[in-house]
């Protein structure tokens, strides 16, 4: 069965500290890593797909990177519009199904 | 692109009445459409798969007589809570395949569904 662990769980960050969120995961065979950002009350955001070990991507302050057992989603210099829940997903070779971790909450402050 | 839409956002019922909640995709075609019930402070938690023009596939412990699922378009896919009671209170979020996209699933804005 798919797992995935994300960590930390929450994440207060002051406006311009960088920082990391970590996405572990164990799949039979990945097809991709996906990233979403979602708001309160809100549908989940498309940020990411990461398909093959070290692969990057970015997106202004947003970058993903991917290893055979992990993905970082990087913060760098966040603003207070950066707070959001972080959602990590993964897909199985042979499926179409996400399987999501339960989310890092971060908190930017000015 | 890759829009994909839900209606109503919100809904209110009493206990034992239907609820239907639709799913579209404005921009492209999906023949395959996903549904997710999200708990609060909880991540997603697909309840079923829906296929254009063929039956739902359930996940484990999902009562496919009471999450009916319709997928009878290209673009529109429904979920009807059937007697729906005060523990079906939840926020329903829908997701479309994308295939021009290398199957990144785009999510709707979900449905606050409350029954009393």
């Known amino acids: 069965e798919d797992q995935v662990t994300q960590s930390p769980e929450a994440l207060r960050l002051q406006e311009g500290e960088s920082s990391s969120l970590n996405c572990s995961y164990t799949?039979?065979?990945?097809?991709?890593l996906f990233w979403y950002r979602q708001d309160p009350g809100k549908g989940p955001e498309f940020l990411f797909t990461l398909y093959s070990a070290g692969e990057e991507k970015e997106k202004e302050r947003l970058k993903a990177t991917l290893t055979k057992k992990e993905s970082f989603l990087h913060i760098t210099a966040p603003k207070p519009e950066d707070s959001a829940t972080y959602l990590c997903a993964v897909q199985a070779l042979g499926d179409y199904k996400l399987s999501f971790g339960a989310g890092t909450t971060v908190t930017v402050r000015a | 692109g890759a829009v994909v839409s839900q209606h109503p956002s919100r809904v209110i019922c009493k206990s034992g009445t239907s609820v239907k909640i639709e799913c579209r995709s404005l921009?492209?075609?999906?023949?395959?459409m996903f549904w997710y019930r999200q708990f609060p402070k909880q991540s997603l938690m697909l309840m079923a798969t829906s296929n254009e023009g063929s039956k739902a596939t359930y996940e484990q412990g999902v009562e496919k007589d009471k999450f009916l699922i319709n997928h009878a378009s290209l673009t529109l896919s429904t979920l009807t809570v059937t007697s729906a009671h005060p523990e079906d209170s939840s926020f329903y979020i829908c997701s479309a395949r994308d295939e021009r996209t290398k199957e990144t699933q785009y999510f709707g804005p979900g449905t606050r569904l409350l029954v009393l």
């Open positions: 799949v039979s065979g990945l097809r991709g």
């Open positions: 921009d492209f075609q999906a023949t395959t």
